[in-house]
């Protein structure tokens, strides 16, 4: 029995470690201007912190509105999956859980979309 009890009590906790969740950070890119950093520079930021980067993507925020200004910011975003045991680190190095973009209320979120070319 306490065999038993012990595999349930390592698979279950097993089953905590292998949870991951999204992360983004701004790409820094300017309109007009463009610059910034490219999703691989993006991920380092987190993998030289030994964070195991296991999937990044290209996104954009969506349902918001940026000022159409040279030297503005961009709704531009790199999005990198990590285990969620890792998410304080990553946010201590300026990235955000993905989830604080979506908001039903206020209409907001994100979308992937093809990386530009570096």
Partial sequence: MRVIITMAL????????SQTVRV???TG???CEGGGVTLTENAAK???AGIDVIDSK????TGVAVMAVCGGSTVNIHT???K???LDRAEELGFENIIALVSKESGTGYAFKQCPDA
């Avoid at 290209?58 to 925020?61: M, T, Y």
């Fill in 29 to 31: 890119e300017r309109q």
């Fill in 24 to 26: 983004y950070e701004n």
């Fill in 84 to 86: 969620a045991h890792d």
């Fill in 10 to 17: 390592l698979l279950s906790l097993e089953g905590c470690a």
């Fill in 80 to 82: 990198h999956e990590i």
């Fill in 46 to 48: 987190l993998t030289s």
């Fill in 58 to 61: 290209c996104g954009i925020q």
